[in-house]
Nanobody, 123 residues
């Protein structure tokens, strides 16, 4: 299984922007569907966004629609999550994962998660 590494998190003020990156430990992300998930303290992990390998399909959780944009670079070396108009409730550890479909944002079971990247939005 291709291991994914998340990066780009940090501390930002409410209303600010941030871009997260998801990169493979080796090879490329070509032909993989990639999704972002997040887990806030005391809450279950939830799906945020997903992108197909052709970029023809993207999906977003209702809570981030219109504020977050998922994309992948042309060299298939990374998938990005551009986050804008951030809110304190977006505070969470963000993870990316290879998924089998973007029709849902269900959290994959028995997945070997990376360390994630912490996003903290101050009010």
């Amino acid at each position: 299984q291709v291991q994914l590494v998340e990066s780009g998190g940090g501390l930002v003020q409410s209303g600010g922007s941030m871009r997260l990156s998801c990169t493979p430990s080796r090879f490329t992300l070509r032909y993989y569907l990639i999704a972002w998930f997040r887990q806030a303290p005391g809450k279950e992990r939830e799906g945020v966004s997903c992108i197909s390998y052709s970029t023809s399909t993207t999906a977003y959780a209702d809570s981030v629609k219109g504020r977050f944009t998922i994309s992948r670079d042309s060299a298939e070396k990374a998938v990005y999550l551009q986050m804008s108009s951030l809110k304190p409730e977006d505070t969470a550890v963000y993870y990316c994962a290879i998924v089998s479909t973007c029709n849902t944002l269900d959290v994959p079971q028995h997945y070997s998660w990376g360390q994630g990247t912490q996003v903290t939005v101050s009010s």
